[in-house]
């Protein structure tokens, strides 16, 4: 009876020591399609996920961005112009928290996209980046056509940004972290400190997920 117990308890503590160790992993957002194709004689069936497309953007330093840019790389996004006077300025305050999170961090960035590229120049962008305290290329202010950026903002699965009478545009703020395979793996809402928390725990998070940490 007694060795039985202890071969229960043995169970028991080695299940719970596998739980334990169980790898959280983030969802991935967006639409997914199954696709099957014979490799080797043998049928295999595999998820492909929505991904963010092929860009191409100026950013602060009057440097040219592509999606390329972002390989190998971990990266939170966001939309905002200079000239908000409502959301963006709290928004930025927010990334902040999480640009000095991961600051030493090689494999994460943070891309900004201004939805108000007529006004928000090169020049304007970087002046922009001083007055945040932003410097280096953690975090890049990205301008360009104006058609480019809003539909790319469909592919973050945000509203596109609307013009306003009032607040000049209407837009979400949402930040959202793409993997380092260019999938959606969170929306945050950016004005919202506890939500902008659980994106700094979220990232750590994705850092340790296996396809993470041998991506390139």
Request: aromatic fraction near 10%; charged fraction near 25%; include cysteine.
């Amino acid at each position: 009876m007694m060795k039985k117990l202890i071969g229960a308890a043995v169970i028991i503590l080695l299940w719970n020591a596998c739980k334990f160790n169980e790898q959280k992993t983030l969802p991935i957002a967006g639409n997914r399609d199954v696709v099957t194709k014979t490799a080797d004689g043998k049928t295999v069936t595999d998820t492909v996920y929505q991904t963010i497309p092929a860009f191409k953007f100026v950013n602060q330093y009057g440097d040219s961005i592509t999606n390329k840019n972002l390989d190998g790389n971990i990266y939170v996004a966001d939309f905002f112009f200079t000239t908000c006077p409502s959301i963006c300025p709290v928004m930025h305050r927010n990334m902040l928290t999480v640009y000095n999170a991961f600051k030493d961090a090689a494999d994460v960035k943070i891309i900004s996209h201004t939805i108000d590229p007529s006004h928000d120049s090169v020049a304007v962008l970087k002046k922009y980046a001083d007055k945040l305290g932003i410097a280096g290329n953690k975090w890049w202010l990205l301008q360009g056509k104006k058609e480019d950026t809003y539909k790319l903002a469909a592919s973050y699965l945000v509203s596109s940004p609307q013009v306003d009478a009032k607040e000049k545009y209407i837009h979400d703020g949402y930040f959202i972290l793409i993997d380092k395979q260019k999938r959606i793996r969170g929306q945050y809402d950016g004005t919202v400190p506890e939500q902008v928390t659980k994106l700094i725990e979220d990232i750590k998070t994705l850092k340790a997920e296996p396809d993470q940490t041998t991506a390139k």
